[in-house]
C-alpha cells in the first residue's frame, strides 16, 4: 500500500514551480472537475427531461387558449385535448394499430429501421436525421376536421427550436404557432417566444394556390400573406425558424400528408 | 483576525458590492424581483463557500503560474453542477434567471475573493469569509430588488402590497424601476449613504486639478 501511495506522495511533495507539478495539476484538476459536471449531469437528467416534457405539454395547451372559439369547439366534441394521431411521413396515411403515446422520437432518430439519414442538401432544419412516423394533433367535430397541429423541430441559432404549428381546416390558414423549447440568446433569439411576436402568425397562409410552401420571416416590413417579421438581431434564429418550418411543410416533411389530407380529408 | 470579524465585515464595512464594487453585474440584471434576488443571492453565496473551501483545500498545491486557469476551472464546475441542480429542481426560477446562473462563473466577486483569501487561508476561515462575502452581497440585492420590486409593481415576491392605479387604487407603479437604469440609481444612493455613515470609507482623489488649486483665494 506504502508503494502504491508514494508516487502520488512524491508528486505532491514536489515544487509548485516544476512542470510535472504544474501539467500534473491541470491534468487533476480538469479530471476531477469534468466527473463532478457529467455526474450531475447525468443524474439530473431525467427530473429535467420531465420538466421540460411537462413545459412542453403546458405551451400547446397555452396556444389552444389563444385560439378564439377553440375551447368551446372542445367542449361542444366532448373532448378536454386534442387527439393524437401518428402519422407516416412517406405517404402521408395514418399509421394504424400503434399507440402514438408510445412514440418515442429520440428512439426513432437512434434505429435505422424508424427513421431516414437526411442528405445535406434535403436537410435545410439541419437535424441530421428524420423520423419515418410523427404525431400530429387533431380536433375534429362529426368527421370534420378543425384544427390541426404539427410539430416541428430544427436547428435556430444556438439551440434546437421545438415549435408547435397550429393549421386551420383549410390545411393553408395558419392558426397559431407556439413556441414549445429554444435557448437561443436571451433578449435576441429568444423573443420568438414573445407574445406579441407569435401575435403576428395567426391568418398567415404556409403556401400558395399551386401549394408551394412560401412561408417566410422577412426582414422589415412584411406584405404578402407568406410574410412574418422577422426580429432584428436574431436573424440566424429568424432563418432558423424558416427553414425548420419550410423543412417540416415540405416534402420530406408533412408534405405528403396535407396533400392526402387536402384530397381525401380524414 | 477572527472568524467573527470574516463574517461579519464584509456586511457593511467591507461590503462586496458598496465598497468594492464587484458583482455589479448581476445586482442589476436580476434584481427585477425580490424572488430572483433571493435564488441568485443563495445561489452566489453557496458558489462563494464551496469554491473558496475547495480552493483553500488544495491552496498549497496550486502553481502559481496557473492558479487562476485552476481557481476558475474549480468555480465553473460548482456553478454548472448547481445549475443542473436548478434545471432540475427549481425549474421555474432556473428559467427566469435564465444565462444569470452561469454568469456566476464570470462574477468578480468569486474569483476574487479566491485569489485574494482562500488561496492563502486555511478552510475554515475561507469558507466564512464565502459566507460573509456572500452575505454582503445578499444584503445589497436584497435591498435593490425589494426596491426595485415594490416600486416597480407595487407589490413584493409577486404579492400586490398596495392597489396600482390601473386596478382603481392610489398607487402609480414607476415603470423605470422595472429597467436596468433603476438598479444604477438605487446602487449609487446606497453606496453614499453607506459613505455617509462610514466617512472612512471614502477614497482619497487619485489626484486634483492644479489649475484650480491656483485659482483659489
Known amino acids: 500500500m506504502a508503494k502504491l501511495l508514494s508516487p502520488i506522495r512524491n508528486f505532491f511533495a514536489r515544487s509548485n514551480d516544476d512542470l510535472v507539478k504544474i501539467i500534473g495539476m491541470a491534468v487533476l484538476v480538469a479530471l476531477v472537475s469534468s466527473a463532478a459536471v457529467s455526474v450531475a449531469a447525468v443524474m439530473l437528467r431525467p427530473y429535467q427531461e420531465a420538466n421540460r416534457a411537462a413545459e412542453r405539454q403546458a405551451r400547446i395547451d397555452q396556444m389552444l387558449d389563444t385560439l378564439p372559439g377553440m375551447r368551446d369547439l372542445m367542449m361542444e366534441s366532448g373532448v378536454d385535448t386534442l387527439e393524437t394521431r401518428l402519422v407516416n411521413l412517406d405517404d402521408g396515411s395514418f399509421a394504424s394499430g400503434e399507440d402514438p403515446a408510445g412514440f418515442d422520437l429520440e428512439a426513432a432518430l437512434q434505429d435505422p429501421n424508424a427513421s431516414i439519414a437526411l442528405d445535406p442538401d434535403a436537410d435545410i432544419a439541419g437535424i441530421k436525421r428524420r423520423a419515418n412516423q410523427s404525431p400530429v394533433y387533431l380536433l375534429q367535430k362529426d368527421g370534420d376536421l378543425k384544427l390541426i397541429v404539427l410539430p416541428v423541430y430544427g436547428a435556430g441559432y444556438q439551440s434546437t427550436i421545438r415549435a408547435a404549428l397550429a393549421i386551420e381546416a383549410d390545411l393553408t390558414t395558419i392558426a397559431a404557432l407556439a413556441i414549445v423549447e429554444q435557448g437561443d440568446t436571451p433578449g435576441f433569439g429568444a423573443r420568438i417566444e414573445e407574445p406579441e411576436w407569435l401575435a403576428l402568425w395567426p391568418g398567415k397562409k404556409i403556401a400558395d394556390e399551386t401549394g408551394t410552401v412560401r412561408i417566410e420571416l422577412v426582414r422589415g416590413g412584411a406584405s404578402t400573406p407568406y410574410e412574418v417579421d422577422g426580429i432584428s438581431g436574431a436573424t440566424r434564429t429568424s432563418t432558423g425558424l424558416t427553414n425548420i418550418l419550410r423543412f417540416w411543410l415540405g416534402d420530406k416533411g408533412f408534405g405528403p400528408f396535407l396533400a392526402r389530407l387536402r384530397q381525401e380529408g380524414l | ?217
Open chain 2, 1 to 217: 483576525m477572527s472568524l467573527k470579524h470574516h463574517l461579519i465585515s464584509p456586511l457593511l464595512g467591507n461590503n462586496p458590492i458598496t465598497l468594492q464594487i464587484l458583482g455589479i453585474c448581476s445586482a442589476l440584471a436580476v434584481t427585477t424581483t425580490l424572488s430572483t434576488a433571493i435564488t441568485m443571492s443563495v445561489a452566489l453565496t453557496v458558489v462563494l463557500c464551496l469554491s473558496g473551501g475547495v480552493i483553500s483545500l488544495m491552496r498549497h498545491h496550486i502553481p502559481p503560474s496557473i492558479r487562476l486557469i485552476i481557481q476558475i476551472t474549480i468555480v465553473a464546475s460548482i456553478v454548472i453542477v448547481i445549475d443542473q441542480f436548478m434545471q432540475a429542481f427549481m425549474f421555474e426560477m432556473s428559467k427566469r434567471l435564465s444565462i444569470f446562473v452561469g454568469l456566476i462563473v464570470t462574477n468578480c466577486l468569486v474569483l476574487g475573493r479566491a485569489e485574494a483569501f482562500a488561496m492563502r487561508n486555511p478552510v475554515l476561515p475561507s469558507v466564512v469569509d464565502g459566507l460573509g462575502n456572500g452575505l454582503g452581497y445578499s444584503l445589497i440585492l436584497l435591498i435593490v430588488g425589494a426596491l426595485r420590486e415594490f416600486l416597480g409593481t407595487g407589490g413584493l415576491m409577486g404579492v400586490p402590497l398596495v392597489t396600482t392605479v390601473a386596478e382603481g387604487g392610489w398607487f402609480e407603479p414607476l415603470g423605470l424601476m422595472q429597467l436596468a437604469p433603476s438598479a444604477f440609481f438605487i446602487l449609487g444612493l446606497l453606496v453614499w449613504l453607506v459613505r455617509v455613515l462610514r466617512p472612512e470609507q471614502v477614497e482619497q482623489p487619485e489626484f486634483r486639478l492644479k489649475a484650480a488649486e491656483d485659482r483659489r483665494p
